[in-house]
């Protein structure tokens, strides 16, 4: 693995971090005090510093630092996390995450941005931490003492390593402290590779230190679990330093241990059975050895050394034996244990994924193929080649649901994307804005959710931008100045929804009609129902020609979301209410790589109408066909009256319209287009079929959702039940302009 | 026959084209655009398709489309046998098939041997055709497919359809 890789590992993990942080943030801002929570948020910053710093990124360790100690200062209680401080921190966390992507595809952060904030922090930081009352001889020394975050000058800070020699010589140090260290290791920090022996050693060269081994939870030596931490230490440290600095010993086993520093006056001698021991700092000093065998008596061999040194260390206490053992199980920890922890997920190469799907997708279609010939050639039905078959189909259908399943993430990464769209533009046009998000965790294909982000950017901006209205706007009209957009996903019958609520003003029907006359869009004369108008925001070239501000409702580029969302194999839809706001609601399938269809012939050519749009099936009789108008047909489903819709002609496979009674209806619901009986000629099965991209060489056609390729390796056409029912409206199916022709 | 089979360095003035027949015209294109050659298998047709577009077909797992090159050149629409072709092409980002009578032959030209369109061409000729080659008598017009299927007219082309 060359630098570049592991570099590249870094900025994965960094998305991940800043990831954690933007949600920790944000449920802080929501109320949530939660310890676990600041830490979370804390350790994201750290180890993004950290990381940084391995490669040398300056200027993204320099802010993460000034973050890092204005977020411990929350950490330590100094500073009330209220919806100011979380402001600043929330810019921060963009900027930081602006830092990464410079770090990472070059380009730079504008300097101003990261100065005005690097101050923001700071001043937190500094002035508005009360100093701490409980420990007032650590404070001042911390304070003076600490590589303060002081800029020297408009680049930030400098960061200094911890070399603590060179404060030997300022007269501040003379004074000494004496702090008591309660250490006590978790099994993690021995499985992370860290060795407590040697944070004693880092411990014992800040001072004078005095130190005692907790032992009073090792078990008897045939109970003891080898890869477990059983060892405490109690440790007196006379020290010129600060206590952030005695802390900042232990600064990558924080999280692995149990830590207690405190001054010498505040702590009492606790009751533990503990058993003073002389330290031997000389047996420290020498590296321990490294561990190479995994084997337990290997181990125990190996480690004699490390096992001297704790044994020193613990003499007096223990039996020789038990401690070698320990000291054994502890350095066997780093070999073994890091793999159990590291082996709950695993990062992979889209593309090799994508291949995987791919070669699923042909199995999927092979698998068809062969079911198919052998049906055909089949000349006494021999049993055990239709049983291998029949194994063969429900592996294939296993196969492709578990690489389907590697695919699916929880939609959660857009959705915090898009509260960091709302700050940044709500902060832009002036107006507060909360975006609440409901079912973040629902997961669905990861194409899906790449594909997703660009159109939902694009109807936040506008929901932030146009839906909501100004506070002194809401406040005249008798809502809470700040604004909610509430963005949710659910599943629903095999689809996810998402939908994005605003409580703005709605749109402004009269000014979307006005505009769409204006604009030729539709003829002035033109009678429309206030569903149609609101979806005239979708028409192409509505909001093009005139600028954006002008329109009090939406449709900056709408079409453009719309085409996006139809290219997913989307629908988009609205509702709107005058002045409570308005709905966009989305339904995206969740995968784009496989569909449950019901395989049919419409006039010689085979189709499959993907089986989700399709409520039920049935064989019309002559009796329930009613002739509608010129040449409408209905058929009266139990009372009730459905349009007929001759899927053939609609899609010019023949010129004059099907006898029903020879064919087969199929009572589809589309969303928002009530429902339609769809006629094809024949119904040929249920099949799982692998969506094949017809865009991708030719191009989109109305009223064809895609392709894919059945059992005899001939092309199949994917209905568009939705453009179908559309299209049944007007003539035919024209592209985007059935809006424009309803005029 | 100055054609030459043999591979020629193609380093200066030289390129590879390939010969197909329509009728009793012969065409050819870049050979730097041409995938593969196979033979002709029924296509499924498309709704509202261009009457030069005759359906897709499954080319190991990708829908290609197939394009009539009779019928797109403006003469009559084909009507395929077994022993059609389809020479899949890459034509941009998109691969596509052009069904034709035959292939005919693998030329390797300079660029000096191509001859100006002349003058007389009506305006579906001029938007295609690049040049003419005279070899034998016989007279090939050089295609440029780009200018065949420009991605956005192709579109709009088909939707109008």
Known sequence: MDMNEIKEIF????????????SGLLKLNDGDRDPETVNAVFRAVHSIKGGAGAFGLEELVAFAHVFETTLDCVRSN??????????????????????????????????????????????????????????????????????????????????????????GGEEETEEQFTYDVTFKPARELYAKGNEAALLLRDLSRLGEMSIACNMDQLPALESMDPEASYFGWKISITTPKSEDEVRAVFEFAEWDCELEIKPAEASEAEELPMIPVPFDLSALDDEPAEVVETQPEAVAAA?????????????????????????????????????????????????????????????????????????ENDTNGTSS??????????????????????????????????????REVADMVGKQIRLVTEGENTEVDKTVIDKIAEPLTHMIRNAVDHGIESPEKRVAAGKDPEGTIKLSAKHRSGRILIELQDDGGGINRERVKQKAIDNDLISPDANLSDEEIDN????????????????????????????????????????????????????????????????????????????????????????????????????????????LVDVGRILNFRANQANPVEGVALLVESEGGGQRALMVDAIQGQRQVVIKSLEANYTHVP????????????????????????????????????????? | MTVSYAVKSLSQGFRELIAFRIGDQEFCVNVMSVRE????????????????????????????????????????????????????????????????????????????????????????EKQYARGILAIDKRMICLIELEALFPEKAHDKESEAA
């Open chain 1, 703 to 743: 009223g064809i959702a895609a392709a894919t390729i059945l059992g005899d390796g001939r092309v199949a056409l994917i209905l568009d039940v939705d453009a179908v029912v559309g299209a049944s409206r007007g003539q035919s199916l024209k592209p985007e302009m059935s809006l424009a022709a309803a005029g």
């Open chain 1, 536 to 643: 005239l925001i979708f028409a192409p070239g509505f909001s093009t020609a005139d600028k954006i501000s002008d329109i009090s409702g939406r449709g900056v580029g709408m079409d453009v979301v719309k085409r996006s969302i139809q290219a997913l194999g989307g629908r988009i839809s609205i509702s709107s209410r005058p002045g409570l706001g308005s709905t966009f609601t989305m339904s995206l399938p969740l995968t784009l790589a496989v569909l449950d269809g019901m395989v049919v012939t419409v006039a010689g050519q085979t189709l499959v109408v993907p089986l989700t749009a399709i409520v039920e099936t049935l064989q019309p009789e002559a009796s329930s066909i009613h002739s509608f108008g010129a040449n409408q047909r209905l058929i009266s489903i139990r009372n009730s009256f459905c349009p």
């Open chain 1, 303 to 375: 480690t004699a050394e490390t096992a001297a040194n704790v044994t020193k260390a613990v003499h007096a206490a223990v039996e020789k034996k038990e401690s070698a053992a320990a000291a054994a199980a502890a350095a066997q920890n780093n070999a073994a244990a890091a793999a159990s922890s590291a082996g709950q997920t695993i990062r992979v190469d889209l593309d090799r994924v994508d291949r995987l799907i791919n070669l699923v997708g042909e199995l999927v279609i092979n698998q068809a193929m062969l079911s198919q010939s052998v049906v």
């Open chain 1, 385 to 422: 080649i239709n049983m291998g078959l029949e194994e063969l189909q429900q592996l294939t259908r296993e196969i492709q649901d578990s690489v389907m399943a590697i695919r699916a993430q929880p939609v959660k990464p857009v959705f915090q994307r898009m509260s960091r769209i709302v």
């Open chain 1, 78 to 167: 100094k500073l009330e996390p209220n919806q100011d401080v979380l402001k600043v921190m929330l810019k921060s966390a963009d900027v930081l995450a602006d830092l990464v992507t410079c770090s990472r595809d070059g380009g730079s952060v504008e300097e101003s941005r990261t100065r005005t904030l690097v101050k923001e922090l700071e001043a937190l930081a500094n002035g508005e931490a009360p100093p701490a009352a409980e420990a007032p001889k650590a404070a001042k020394p911390a304070a003076a003492a600490a590589p303060a975050p002081k800029p020297t000058d408009d680049s930030g800070f400098q960061p200094i390593p911890f070399t603590f020699d060179d404060f």
């Open chain 1, 11 to 22: 900025f994965q993990e960094c998305e991940e971090q800043l990831a954690e942080l933007e």
């Open chain 2, 37 to 124: 050659i196979r033979g002709w298998t029924q296509a499924t047709p498309m709704p509202h398709a261009p009457s030069y577009v005759m359906g897709v077909i499954n080319l190991r797992g990708a829908v290609l489309p197939i394009v009539d090159m009779s019928a797109r050149l403006g003469m009559k629409e084909a009507e395929p046998t077994a022993r059609h072709v389809i020479i899949v092409a890459q034509v941009k980002s998109k691969t596509v098939g052009l069904l034709v009578e035959a292939v005919s032959d693998i030329l390797t030209i300079t660029d000096d041997t191509i001859q100006p369109v002349p003058e007389i061409s009506s305006d579906l």
